[in-house]
């Protein structure tokens, strides 16, 4: 499992200490543990959860690394973050950036500070809100995946994104968003970063959105 992440990572370009490994392995096997009570995943063992769940969450955190290299008090928000595949990845791999993972059911709140405490982290804070009727409030990068259409899911998300800052969306496949609501959200569609995952012939796609400076 360590050479699929570290693997995956140099295909990233995204520099994985040997801690981070660990820790990453080691929250697939929390993952594990919880899955059948918590309806985390339907993986069939510990590899697919790595393979499947947490090299999407790297893919992720390589695209967000440059942004938040040189700087300080780095923020990210995970939106609707469930079991923390993405939000939880990103803060393992980075642990010099602030991570917010946003959820709205309390079980999986409790699951992902009890995965917090257990692997020691830090830089993550669990927020339990549900977009749309409480604020968050500001990041320089938003992360979603797994929450709807992309078109429904931009208004709950825009707000929490800073002025110059970042929203990257998981997509199975691509698409554009809606000129006009883009513009209403003082939103850009940046062009889709297309990967595939280890093991996958499909093409996934991370669609970016950068927030105008000036608003």
Excluded at 158 to 186: I, R, T
């Amino acid at each position: 499992m360590q050479k699929k992440l570290l693997d995956f990572a140099a295909k990233l370009k995204l520099n994985l200490t040997e801690n981070a490994v660990a820790l990453l392995v080691q929250y697939a096997d929390l993952v594990w543990q919880k899955k059948e009570s918590l309806n985390l995943t339907s993986v069939a063992d510990q590899e697919e959860i790595i393979t499947r769940h947490i090299c999407d969450g790297l893919v992720a955190a390589a695209f967000i690394a440059p942004h938040a290299k040189g700087k300080t008090n780095f923020s990210v928000a995970d939106m609707g973050s469930g079991a923390g595949y993405i939000g939880l990845t990103v803060a393992i791999a980075l642990p010099h950036i602030q991570v917010s993972l946003v959820e709205s059911l309390e079980r999986r709140c409790a699951f992902l500070n009890w995965v917090s405490m257990k692997l020691g982290l830090k830089n993550v804070t669990v927020v339990n809100i549900r977009l749309g009727q409480q604020t968050v409030g500001t990041f320089d990068a938003v992360t979603e995946r797994a929450m709807g259409k992309l078109n429904d899911i931009l208004p709950l998300v825009a707000p929490a994104v800073k002025a110059g800052g970042n929203f990257v969306a998981y997509q199975s496949m691509k698409g554009e968003a809606d000129k006009n609501l883009l513009m209403h959200l003082q939103l850009q569609e940046q062009r889709a970063l297309a990967y595939n995952l280890p093991g996958e012939n499909k093409e996934r796609y991370l669609a970016v959105f950068s927030k105008n400076g000036h608003c």
